[in-house]
């Protein structure tokens, strides 16, 4: 087996003062007992995982943080790591070509270090981490996620949506491919534009893992090339109607029968700019048709933990789900900063603590993602014509507009501004990393 992290990319490590960790000694073996943290933050490249560091951090909760080494291919910067919350950061073996290096390392960590809760933060890692609970939660540490039943539904798309007809809720047409053989009846079913989506977004091929997303496409020959690259992985796909409407979503904390939290906030662009992640949003009052919707389809799931369930509007302004979160999503800041913190929610009832109950929150309140909206805008200038594409001159408009609109920011924390500095940082070097591995250059 090969070795955990040579002494390059372990020398990269980020290290708190106070800790007694040694610059070269990331392997959990060589740690010593010092304390047994609150919490691990697993994927800390991703904004929710900063987001959570700092809710738990703030609380006087011991929170450690955690990525994968492959990451350091394209930039050494990680913001999470730098929070004044986050008190230790590690750097694991990747699992995309494979998980037996990243499970030992996970479980060696937990063994000689240990946290009361281990909160995942992605696709790849709430995957690998369905297939091995009950390893890691024999070590003594509670996994922040819903049971089985509920996260098999809610992680297949095909279930979640049969979930919600049987509720009555408005699912969008769509016929279930596959592989490429059935894709011309699909065609012809459905019509084009529409959107190709995996069933399942993580999946494994061999020792490859993949996150796999939805798509739009205009021909025939791009719906093929989308069903040949999610079928290599041996998965399926939904072809469906592609909605030109306001995307909105629904976020919850629900455990023991009962809704603890609940949260609406639309988002007015995305990157991609078809079902990406927000990147300009807005917290809202719960929409009036689908609040209570989504609600009865987390309860029918018995969804424990946090949720998100997205909904599109077609042009007539009917919404129809599009599908459920069941981990902490990219937007979530936007629900801390309007009063509803999901993060410390999901760690008090995966702790096993009492729940605080969210009544209410602040509405009307703006948050940018700026990388995400510079790329956005990008996007429209690039694929000028294509359905759901805004037009480049109104991109551009918007874009700028919105620096002088009252907006918060992603990363950007007054009590905590090295985040922010390592993600400009973390950008600069992954257009640097693109620039130099660019075929045409």
């Known amino acids: 087996m090969s070795s955990f992290l040579d002494g390059t990319l372990a020398a990269k490590i980020h290290l708190k003062r106070g800790n007694t960790i040694e610059p070269h000694a990331n392997s959990p073996h060589n740690e010593p007992q010092t304390i047994k943290y609150d919490a691990l933050i697993l994927d800390a490249r991703l904004r929710q995982s900063l987001v959570t560091v700092r809710s738990l951090g703030q609380r ?37 070509q494979g998980t037996e290096d990243y499970l030992l390392y996970l479980k060696q960590w937990l063994t000689n270090t240990g946290a009361h809760v281990l909160i995942p ?90 996150r796999l997303v939805s798509k739009l496409v205009t021909t025939p020959d791009e719906a093929r090339q989308v069903v ?44 991609p ?18 609040g209570e919707p989504a609600e009865r389809l987390i309860h029918e799931l018995d969804l424990e933990g946090y949720s998100e369930v997205e909904f599109r509007r077609d042009s007539a302004g ?36 009492c729940i605080d109950r969210i009544k209410d929150y602040q509405t009307g309140k703006w948050m940018r993602y700026l990388e995400g909206d510079l790329l956005t805008t990008i996007e429209a200038i690039l694929q000028h014509g294509r359905p759901g594409i805004t037009p480049p001159m109104q991109a551009i408009f918007e874009f700028l507009t919105t620096f002088f609109l009252p907006t918060g920011y992603d990363y950007l924390d007054s009590h905590d501004l090295r985040p922010a500095w390592t993600a400009l940082e973390d950008f600069a070097d992954r257009v640097w990393y693109r620039l130099r591995h660019n075929p045409h250059n």
């Not at 006087?60 to 943080?65: Q, R, S, T």
């Open 60 to 96: 006087g909760k011991h929170v450690a943080a955690l990525e994968v080494e492959n990451l350091l291919e394209r930039s050494k910067h990680v913001p999470t790591f730098t929070s004044r919350w986050c008190q230790q950061s590690y750097i694991a073996p990747s699992y995309e």
């Open 228 to 271: 040949e690259t999610v079928s290599s992985f041996g998965g399926s796909t939904l072809l469906q109607q592609f909605l030109p409407g306001r995307r909105e979503a629904m976020s919850f904390l629900y455990a023991n029968g009962e809704i603890y939290a609940r949260f609406a906030q639309w988002a007015k662009r995305t990157q």
């Open 318 to 353: 009917k919404a129809y789900l599009m599908e459920i979160n069941p981990r902490l999503s990219a937007s979530v800041e936007i629900a801390v900063r309007a009063g509803v913190d999901f993060p410390y929610l999901l760690y008090q009832w995966a702790n096993g603590e």
């Open 121 to 210: 933060s992605s696709d790849g890692t709430l995957e690998l981490l369905r297939k091995h609970r009950a390893e890691v939660e024999q070590l003594g540490t509670r996994v922040a996620l819903a049971k089985e039943p509920g996260l098999a539904a809610a992680t297949n798309k095909e279930t979640t949506l049969e979930a919600a007809e049987r509720l009555g809720l408005n699912i969008p047409r769509g016929v279930l491919v596959n592989s490429v053989s059935e894709l011309a009846e699909a065609v012809r079913e459905i019509g084009l534009p529409a959107v190709v989506k995996p069933t399942i977004s993580w999946l494994w091929g061999g020792q490859q893992g993949a």
């Open 273 to 290: 700019q078809l079902g990406g992640t927000s990147v300009y949003r807005q917290s809202i009052a719960i929409p009036y048709d689908i």
